[in-house]
């Protein structure tokens, strides 16, 4: 069954055409049921892709700044991708399947990246960057994890591998 609901429909038809004029691109594949995707951009060369199938999975996202990326592939049911992008070239890959699964991400500075592999049921993540030039990589599998990295600092780097149930990482640079 192949499903856009008309909110998703008329955001990213009201996004493709703003995104024109500022060479901001919007690239969806949903497949599924109930699933939902909203996404603001503001500035020039923020490109995002997105690619979801389930049900009632959700995608919500902001790109404030130039050349920003973001690419997202979510499968499964009740998933869900928030966050933000401000600032210029950074990148933002969410790869996320599974149950009930949630995955925060937030950047702001410049060349920030962040890679987050979610796989499993009732996982979190929350990462923030507040900075230039910092790196994340998080790969989570099992059941109710939580993993929480936040970099407030420039050149900083962080590599989670949490697999299992109900485990809690916390990791802060500054």
Do not use: C, P
């Not at 856009?4 to 901001?24: E, Q």
């Not at 962040?114 to 059941?143: E, F, P, R």
């Amino acid at each position: 069954m192949f499903k856009k609901t008309f909110a998703v429909a008329a955001t990213v038809a009201l996004f493709s055409t703003s995104a024109l004029a500022n060479s901001n691109n919007v690239y969806v594949d949903q497949i599924g049921t109930d699933n939902e995707i909203y996404f603001n951009q503001d500035g020039n060369g923020n490109n995002a892709n997105v690619d979801q199938s389930g049900a009632e999975n959700d995608v919500i996202f902001t790109q404030d700044g130039n050349a920003n990326n973001i690419n997202i592939e979510q499968s499964g049911s009740f998933n869900r991708v928030d966050g933000e992008q401000v600032g210029n070239k950074n990148n933002i890959d969410v790869d996320q399947s599974g149950t009930n699964n949630l995955s925060w991400n937030g950047q702001t500075g410049n060349r920030n990246n962040l890679l987050v592999d979610q796989d499993g049921s009732d996982n979190a993540t929350k990462t923030w960057q507040n900075g230039n030039a910092g790196n994340i990589a998080v790969d989570q599998s099992g059941s109710e994890g939580h993993i929480r990295v936040t970099q407030n600092g420039n050149n900083d780097n962080a590599a989670i591998n949490q697999s299992g149930s109900g485990l809690i990482t916390v990791v802060t640079q500054n």
